[in-house]
């Protein structure tokens, strides 16, 4: 008891440390993320029932991802010459708000479809968020500032029981419905109280001066950044891995809890347990293990978050219906949840602390470009490759995710040889 104590104690300690944007923005965020948590569950399925087809909602997935790959090229001049917080402002209510408003009239796939695209703006206030979030911080705060994060968003899943009661009470598409609104109705409170306490960052504040007085906004900067990467290895090998570990996710969630009904049979109020699991687990993990391993090679523990995901992903396809099948669901959750504690709270840390002030913006807007790019199809393809067979985007997910493996391991060879040769040539 007294070890628990402490541990929450050192959470809480690392809470005070961060920046004040920080401890704002993450102070409010389980307004966005209880009410998001427990709608996400039941989407896809309360689409189907309004008559979406399968391969539909892969269609929308892929058109979500084409706007967010048309946007994001916008997102760091957006960023620099208006600033952050009024960014923000304009782009959660567009991406979010107006598209939890349309989802709740939705009727068809028309509905769907015109929600997806407002939702689809959300790569332009994500990367205002992202910024708003971590700059004017160390490096080490940074770790903490998503572990934080991680912490925050796991916190909604911890509703997701609420979500089942109200399923079974009310059926699935009742209890959908009335949870959208209120999610939209909230983040319309949340963004306006946010914009209202934050401050704009040292950093956006510069760069939002020098954009006034020039023309620094301009796709050649856009471009510049573009070089910077590819000639800088490791920034790139860690951007491929958020690429492919955003591909690996959407094959596996894309139809997770649709299979869950359909090729595991079970009941929808009992859909909503394993995310509440998860949530414990990464709650759990953050609280006693992530603050000990801040200090270690992040490199490495990235490389084991990532294994633990994949081992989770590849689970999933030796899962059968039925009581053994339930137990090994069950380990399928506390193992993809370990696994995604440590990647969430390192890998967008280390594609921060890879490059300079000046250019971060455009590189995080070139990674979530790519990361739309790639993304794009994978949504389409996940839905055929549903229909021809229920475990295919399983597959496809474990592959991915052993592609990143990959790419880290790659990562850290290089890093070891870099020290090897400077202490040679010393």
């Not at 090998?237 to 690996?248: C, E, S």
């Not at 995604?340 to 490059?355: C, E, G, H, K, R």
Request: with cysteine; net charge positive.
């Amino acid at each position: 008891m007294v070890k628990i104590k402490a541990q929450i104690e050192q959470l809480i300690a690392a809470f005070k440390e961060i920046n004040p944007n920080a401890k704002k923005i993450l102070l409010f965020e389980p307004i966005f993320t209880i009410p998001y948590a427990m709608f996400i569950i039941y989407s896809s399925l309360y689409m189907t029932r309004l008559g979406v087809k399968d391969y539909q909602i892969g269609l929308l997935s892929t058109i979500l991802n084409l706007v967010m790959l048309v946007t994001s090229p916008f997102a760091g001049i957006l960023v620099n010459r208006f600033g952050r917080k009024k960014v923000l402002l304009i782009g959660d209510f567009l991406a979010w708000c107006v598209y939890a408003y349309i989802f709740f009239f939705a009727k068809s796939f028309v509905w769907f479809l015109i929600a997806t695209i407002f939702n689809g703006l959300m790569r332009i206030s994500e990367l205002a968020w992202r910024l708003l979030l971590m700059e004017d911080a160390t490096e080490n705060e940074r770790v903490a500032i998503y572990s934080v994060t991680v912490f925050v968003w796991n916190m909604g899943n911890l509703f997701a029981p609420l979500m089942g009661v109200l399923v079974a009470k009310y059926g699935l598409i009742a209890a959908t419905k009335g949870t959208v609104l209120v999610f939209g109705i909230l983040v319309n409170i949340l963004i306006v109280v946010r914009h209202l306490i934050t401050l704009e960052s040292s950093v956006g504040q510069k760069l939002v001066e020098e954009n006034n007085n020039g023309d620094s906004h301009k796709f050649s900067e856009w471009l510049e950044s573009v070089k910077y990467m590819i000639k800088n290895k490791d920034l790139l090998l860690i951007v491929l891995v958020v690429i492919f570990g955003n591909v690996a996710l959407i094959f596996r969630d894309t139809y997770k809890n649709i299979y869950l009904s359909e090729g595991l049979n079970y009941p929808d109020d009992i859909i909503s347990l394993f995310p509440t699991l998860w949530s414990i687990v990464t709650l759990i993990f953050i609280i006693f293990l992530i603050p000990k391993l801040k200090e270690k090679n992040h490199d490495t523990i990235l490389l084991w978050g990532m294994l633990f995901i994949t081992v989770s992903n590849a689970l999933i396809l030796v899962t059968k219906p039925g009581a053994f099948g339930f137990f090994l669901m069950i380990v399928v959750t506390i193992i993809g949840a370990i696994g995604a504690a440590i990647y969430y709270s390192f890998v967008d840390a280390i594609l921060a602390n890879s490059v300079d002030d000046q250019r971060r913006a455009h590189v995080l807007s070139i990674s979530m470009f790519l990361i739309s790019l790639f993304s794009m199809p994978v949504g389409a393809i996940a839905g055929q490759c549903y229909s021809f067979s229920k475990l295919l985007p399983f597959v496809l997910a474990t592959f991915f995710t052993l592609l990143c493996i990959i790419l880290i391991y790659q990562k850290i060879r290089r890093k070891k040889n870099f020290s090897s040769k400077e202490s040679h040539d010393f």
